[in-house]
């Protein structure tokens, strides 16, 4: 409370037991004295009056007539009084507590003159003021009472919207002659001011309860202190959503606003100049590029675009290195539970895009493929175009295998594209549980004969897949590729082809071998050798075997085949293998091509072993013949065999070893040759003498 300065006193009266003084009445006691007898204008003359003469502010005379105007419901007086008195704006915000909140704590503290305080009113707020006054001034003229009378509640209704607009235009002035005292954004005092704090948050109220979008959005940007716990209920009462995420957006409350515009996409709040509130979360979402928030809001954004938020997902719901399986499958988990449809093409992504080889994803992507497969054959239209088609290439002869017819003749549609991928799936991976495939397959054979046969080849079931290729599909040209590439039915290269031609490159890639970590990737050409499988030749030659058991089982309708295939793979096959199997009926016809050229084959080998063995014996004759010289020369003896019928036939024995391991004399031949190089290069010849005593010098 501030001290209050009295005038000096130039007259003392000394009494016997006191003093006396003869003090002028000051300004202060005339004031009171007027507003006491409800004389307010006369009291701001009189103030007014000195104010002109002494150049000089009363505030305390200003702050006593605003409270005295508050209690007479003069609400327009009261406001300019109170700027005019500069008093702390939270003693007035004090009279409207349904404003007020937690804005105020029992440590806080105004400091006053003493005067104004006893001039304070005694109500606890505008309300019970302007009660107070109506009681004053009608009771008991309106009946029942005050407080039921039409008359007297509209009044009431008047008398408040007055105290409302005063104080709303109070805080305006007092907050805008604090700005011009404190500019700059980077004033501390405006910061920490608690009046500050107080005064933006009740004026965002009124600004709010008042529907001045305008305004309140002004308040927001002018570097405003308010208090967001106070306004937030307010702003979403009212429907100023749209300040309320200005003011997150300005605090960096990300979550908070996600939350907001995710509740006018549900219709939980409504805010019509927030036209795109989804767009807008897209945005920011983009804008953070982080993972966490990317995937809380990715899962949730499924249910409302699927196609914007798997994007979002894919290109920051994941880490650019590569996440941990589990992480992975936790986020495929709830994508589904949200979206379905989203959970499987974020599982399509995972595996075609992300090359992930978790063995459980691999195995429900394998079981959406044939799921939505046996879905499409639930449609009569489908099943019978399929059903005919598989009947038009069984009953002709094809030179293409039946997936290329397929793709070539059905017209393009949603389940011509389901099918595809599923077959190049069931082929490019393996990693799935091909025995739940197959019995989900089972019964199918008719129409989906050629899937079932990729599917008994990962099973390692060779001789039921070339079996149902031939017998049930009719289609050698894939039979024939299966043998040729190990196992598998479609080629690198046609599976490419169909992923140009219908936009499955995603699902055509997984033919390529992953490029792994620490090598370059694989240049043009490079790419075009990984198309072609490398398989062992053994692996050739016993499944080329086994589709000519297959061939031959089909009896006679199968003689044409058989004979194309004995001719074309001659080399994987074995003669007296074929023999075994031929039926006793078949012409000889059939297979004089294939025996001709077994024949001319086994006998160029035969010919070409006797050249062989003819160079190897002249090489060893002609290093026997240099050998013979060098050894001459060194002293050593050689001894001649004797010529009777053993040992003739020991030495043609001894040729004809020479003769077949040629190699063995090719080598022995060699290393005399270098001993008689090292020998000839020497000068000097060690000569062994006997001497006299039988030594040797």
Known sequence: MRNLHFPRSNVLVLGSDSVYSLLPSTLIAQVEALLESHRVEDAVNMAEQQRKKLQSKLTMDDDEACFQCLIETLFDDAGRHLYDGNLDPRALISYYPELCGSLFSSNDELNLFAGVAERMPKEASIDDIIAANLVLNYSPHLS???????????????????????????????????????????SSKAKTSPEMRVVDTVLAKLFADAGESAELNSLIDDRSEIVLAEVEPVLIRTGNIESLCRIYRQRGEIDKLLDTWSK???????????????????ALLTEKKDRALAQHWGVWLTKQDSERALKLLTTFGVSKRGSKPQDDQALLKQIQDANPSAGTQFLEHLILSKRNQDPALHDQLASICVDQLLACLEDESISKLWRAKAASYASSRQDSSFLSYFASTTPDSDSKRSRLKTIMFLQASDFYDVPSIQLKLQGHEKILGFEMAIVEGKAGHDKEALSLLVHTVNDSSSAEA?????????????????????????????????????????????????????????????????????????GETMVDRTAALLNAQAMNLDASEVLCLVPPTWPLQILSTFLTRSFRRTLHTRHELLLVKGITFSENMAVSDKTWTILREEGAIVEEAVDDEDGDVEGEKLEEKMVVDGGLAEGLGLELNEKAAIHAANDVVDIEVEGDDGGLR
């Open 144 to 186: 029942p009472n005050t407080k039921s009378s039409p008359p007297a509640v509209e009044l009431r209704g008047v008398l408040k919207l007055t105290a409302v607009d005063m104080l709303k235009l109070y805080l305006k002035k007092w907050r805008k002659k604090r700005r011009l005292d404190n500019p700059g954004p980077s």
């Open 264 to 282: 006018l996409v549900t219709k939980e709040l409504s805010d019509l100049t927030i036209s795109d509130p989804l767009t807008n979360m897209f």
């Open 482 to 554: 299966y043998c040729t590439l190990g196992g598998d039915i479609i080629p690198a290269k046609i599976a490419q082809s169909l992923g140009e031609r219908f936009g499955l490159q995603q699902w055509a890639s997984l033919f390529v071998p992953v490029v792994l970590p620490g090598k370059s990737k694989a240049t043009s050409q490079g790419m075009k050798r990984e198309l072609t499988k490398t398989v062992d030749e053994s692996r050739k030659r016993e499944l080329t075997r086994i589709l000519l058991e297959v061939y031959m089982k089909g």
